[in-house]
């Protein structure tokens, strides 16, 4: 999945037209339940859910990986289908689908290995 619309604006403007934006300081990860499309839609909500802090290493051909586990615990019954990345602020960059839908019960646990979550510009 692309980059969100906003987010591809940033970066063109930036390469193209040296217009800064404001980066985010930290990043958190989503889970959602379908297509987060382009507003980060269908994110998983109820028992212990909230977003988690993910970082990312230097990109190699043309993908970032992030370098740790990210889990949840408590989580409220689903299927995840897609993940997300969020600034502090509640903007939302980023969205795509995981290689494998993950099916929870009631206070099932979640976690997502280290490189599973790449970042790729194309």
């Given amino acids: 999945m692309p980059f969100t619309t906003a987010t591809a604006h940033k970066i063109l403007n930036k390469i193209l ?22 507003t980060g839609a269908n994110e998983v909500a109820g028992g212990g859910y909230e977003r ?3 970082t990312y290493d230097a990109p190699s ?14 989580m409220p019954a689903c299927t995840v289908t897609h993940v997300g990345l969020w600034d502090e602020g509640g903007n939302f960059w980023w969205g795509g689908p995981l290689t494998e839908n ?13 490189g599973s979550l790449p970042v790729t510009l194309t």
């Fill in 61 to 74: 051909a043309k993908t970032a990986l992030n370098p740790a586990r990210v889990e949840w615990d408590d």
């Fill in 102 to 114: 993950k099916i929870l019960n009631a206070g099932d646990s979640i976690r997502l290995p280290d």
């Fill in 52 to 54: 988690q802090t993910v």
């Fill in 17 to 38: 037209r040296g217009i800064d934006f404001t980066h985010p300081a930290v990043l958190k990860v989503s889970l959602h339940t379908d297509d987060p499309g382009e």
